[in-house]
């Protein structure tokens, strides 16, 4: 089983800033195999980007996934107001789905 | 638009098995394209997926609960169900049906139920 390793746990800022999140495999991830969701209080995820880099369906460009192998990152270029929310990798490996723990990202 | 709505009882006794099911709108559980899946998320916590099915029927399980879990579909409603057996209170857990696979690789979830809140007590 691939362990998804998320830091940092909490990354406070304020809006207009950078957010740069990690996700580390325990082994590599194929690349169509990697994806990032967003969670608010009370809601679903949601599906923000797949297969390392690609947005979903209307997701702004301020988003955007990169890396390879082990190593990810999701990147939000300048926080709106409605990004402050929880962030989760997701890899897909043997049959197998695993999520990492999260990325709170809070209004500093 | 893809939609997805779980039902099923919130409380479930020790031992019992919870019983779930997602009803689809939108999209067709028996004939799509891609797959219906289950994952649950314990209060506080983060998300496990607990397993899927394909429209043809076949299903994958995550290992660590394959011994207890069973997904269904009931094409004639539209649904699919999840039955998680021997149930103990590490099961409690707000569960989420889902649609996956409409992405290259088929391995991400882009529909989404709200969620229902499934307590294990006595």
């Known amino acids: 089983e691939i362990v998804l390793t998320q830091s940092p746990g909490t990354l406070s800022l304020s809006p207009g800033e950078r957010a740069t999140l990690s996700c580390r495999a325990s082994?590599?991830?194929?690349?169509?195999?990697l994806a990032w969701y967003q969670q608010k209080p009370g809601q679903a995820p949601s599906l923000l980007i797949y297969?390392?880099?690609s947005r979903a369906s209307g997701i702004p460009d301020r988003f955007s996934g990169s890396g390879s192998g082990t190593d990810f990152t999701l990147t939000i270029s300048r926080l709106e107001p409605e990004d402050f929310a929880m962030y989760y990798c997701?890899?897909?490996?043997?049959?197998?789905?695993?999520f990492g723990p999260g990325t709170r990202v809070d209004i500093k | 638009q893809v939609q997805l709505q779980e039902s099923g009882p919130g409380l479930v006794k020790p031992s019992q098995t919870l019983s779930l099911t997602c009803t689809v709108s939108?999209?067709?559980?028996?004939?799509?394209?891609?797959?219906w899946t289950w994952i649950r998320q314990p209060a506080g916590k983060g998300l496990e997926w607990v397993g899927r099915?394909?429209?043809?029927?076949?299903?994958n399980y995550n290992p660590s609960l394959k011994s207890r879990v069973t997904i269904s579909t009931d094409t004639s409603k539209n649904q699919f169900s999840l039955k998680l057996s021997s149930v103990t209170a590490a099961d409690t857990a707000v569960y989420y049906c889902?649609?996956?696979?409409?992405?290259?690789?088929?391995?991400?979830?882009?529909?989404w139920g709200q969620g229902t809140l499934v307590t294990v007590s006595s």
């Open positions: 889902a649609r996956g696979g409409d992405c290259t690789g088929g391995a991400c979830f882009t529909y």
């Open positions: 939108g999209d067709s559980v028996g004939s799509s394209s891609y797959y």
């Open positions: 099915i394909y429209s043809n029927g076949r299903t």
């Open positions: 082994q590599s991830v194929g690349s169509d195999y």
């Open positions: 297969g390392i880099s």
């Open positions: 997701q890899q897909y490996g043997s049959s197998l789905f695993t």
